[in-house]
């Protein structure tokens, strides 16, 4: 503010000057005196805002980059360390514990198959085997019937055989230890 009232003084004082024209006053020192000041008070202040904006910036962009590296390490290791400790569980596991903990995750995966498009020789002969039968065809011809077909394997024979007979291809009936298609 004190240099706009100088700046203010000194054009009045030329203005007075010219309109007087007294030469005793040297007016372009006391111009570039009063220039100097309030170049030294303006333009100072504004060069020192854009270098701290430009170095708040430069701050930032590492900081963030600091963030993400220790972010993704941080992950890196909680993932590792999790595999660790799933490996030291298994190894430390009894042999029967573990055989136990992977028949009920095999059992899980296969409660149920899904056969699409296969020949009913092919569905039969797995569930032959898995309920411990015999399938014998009366029709050759029968054997290579196409299904799509869902087999659940907590269901019983029986079970099993009524889904089959509701096809109208073929009847399939059980004889004992046999299936009997026809």
């Known amino acids: 503010m004190e240099s706009n009232e100088k700046l203010e003084e000194l054009l009045k004082r030329m203005y007075a000057q010219e309109s007087l024209h007294d030469d005793d006053i040297d007016t372009n020192d006391i ?32 900081m963030l980059g600091g963030i993400a590296y220790a972010t993704i390490h941080l992950f890196e290791k909680q993932e590792i360390r999790g595999k660790k400790q799933e490996t ?22 296969q409660q149920s198959i899904v056969y699409e498009d296969k020949e009913l020789s092919t569905i039969l002969n797995d569930i032959a085997t898995f309920y411990q039968v015999e399938c014998v065809y009366k029709n050759e011809e029968v054997k290579h019937v196409r299904l799509y077909f869902t087999w659940d394997k907590q269901q019983t024979i029986d079970e099993v055989i009524d889904m089959f007979n509701k096809f109208e291809r073929f009847h399939i009936s059980r004889n004992s230890q046999k299936l009997i298609v026809e």
């Open 31 to 62: 111009i570039n005196e009063e220039w100097t000041k309030f170049e030294a008070e303006h333009f100072r202040s504004k060069r020192q805002p854009f270098f701290f904006k430009i170095a708040a910036m430069f701050i930032s962009v590492l």
């Open 88 to 109: 030291t569980v298994v190894a430390n596991s009894t042999p029967s514990t573990l055989h136990s903990t992977l028949a009920e995750q095999d059992n899980a995966l």
